[in-house]
């Protein structure tokens, strides 16, 4: 096995601390052997999150995406290596045999982010969720040794609709549920907010399960720390002045800080 340059996991730590400073602080709380690798597989993460904001076209998008695949299940090559996010990525996958099929749906489930057709049921979503952050908490768990997945997996999609819910209400909302309401994303009205409540509720329903699993967990408990701050915007999202069409505005850091500190000395939720 050829090791990843040093540098290239310090790409993908500065990577994360400039773009989800709340995720890159949830990290810290790990061991700090098993921090560079953390980091890599976020940094991915955030690389395919992005692609939808760095292309003028879907088809385009959809290369880059491939390209991600690509690295991830044919011979590594040069070029590959040469990316300091693959690089570091493809040494981790190798040094804790992390699930290549489930970093590839990762990648796969961003395709979905370059078009703006409505998700149509609230399967679709959780499917998305769970490829998209849970996965990568899974990853992060496996790292850390841990061998029960219930936990991630829960957390993960709490977090991921959670993440829907903050932003203005859009292609990611079902179709299902917003017919079920006779809402429409494009008014702030009782039908529309009480699509997104359902969704708040599945949030806040997978989140109560992740923590009743974490208090079982052995090792990992850092890994579920990136879904401490989802009862602090759930919050804010019953609050009266909570408007769809806006998304959720951001509570200050340092009650985000708070809240994570306070979850790394608990069961990491």
């Given at each position: 096995m050829i090791e990843a340059a040093p540098a290239h996991y310090a790409h993908c730590e500065a990577l994360l601390r400039e773009r989800d400073r709340d995720l890159?602080?949830?990290?810290?709380?790990?061991?700090?052997s098993a921090r560079p690798h953390i980091h890599a597989v976020y940094a991915y993460a955030l690389e395919c999150a992005d692609v939808r904001a760095k292309v003028s076209q879907p088809l385009l998008g959809e290369m880059r995406l491939r390209w991600w695949t690509d690295a991830l299940t044919n011979d590594i090559s040069e070029g590959t290596r040469a990316h300091p996010v693959a690089?570091?990525?493809?040494?981790?996958?190798?040094?804790?045999?992390?699930?290549?099929?489930?970093?590839?749906?990762?990648?796969d489930a961003h395709v979905a982010d370059l078009y703006d057709d409505q998700m149509p049921d609230t399967e679709t979503l959780e499917r998305y969720c769970?490829?998209?952050?849970?996965?990568?908490?899974?990853?992060?768990?496996?790292?850390?040794?841990?061998?029960?997945?219930?936990?991630?997996?829960?957390?993960?999609?709490?977090?991921?609709?959670?993440?829907?819910?903050?932003?203005?209400?859009?292609?990611?909302?079902?179709?299902d549920l917003l017919a079920k309401h006779g809402a429409d994303i494009h008014?702030?009205?009782?039908?529309?907010?009480?699509?997104l409540g359902e969704l708040r509720n599945m949030a806040e329903s997978r989140y109560a399960s992740a923590r009743r699993s974490a208090g079982a967990l052995v090792k990992g408990r850092e890994a579920l720390l990136p879904a401490a701050t989802v009862p602090v915007y759930?919050?804010?999202?019953?609050r009266k002045d909570y408007d769809?069409?806006?998304?959720?505005?951001?509570?200050?850091?340092?009650?985000?800080?708070?809240?994570?500190w306070r979850a790394a000395r608990g069961a990491g939720l």
């Open positions: 890159w602080l949830a990290c810290l709380f790990a061991p700090p690089d570091a990525l493809l040494d981790t996958v190798a040094r804790f045999a992390l699930p290549v099929g489930e970093l590839t749906e990762l990648a769970r490829a998209t952050v849970a996965g990568p908490m899974r990853w992060a768990g496996l790292i850390l040794g841990a061998s029960e997945m219930a936990a991630f997996d829960d957390a993960g999609l709490a977090l991921g609709v959670t993440r829907v819910l903050r932003r203005p209400a859009g292609a990611h909302i079902p179709a008014v702030n009205a009782a039908p529309l907010r009480a699509a759930l919050e804010r999202m019953a769809p069409l806006r998304g959720l505005t951001e509570p200050s850091p340092l009650r985000r800080q708070w809240r994570l």
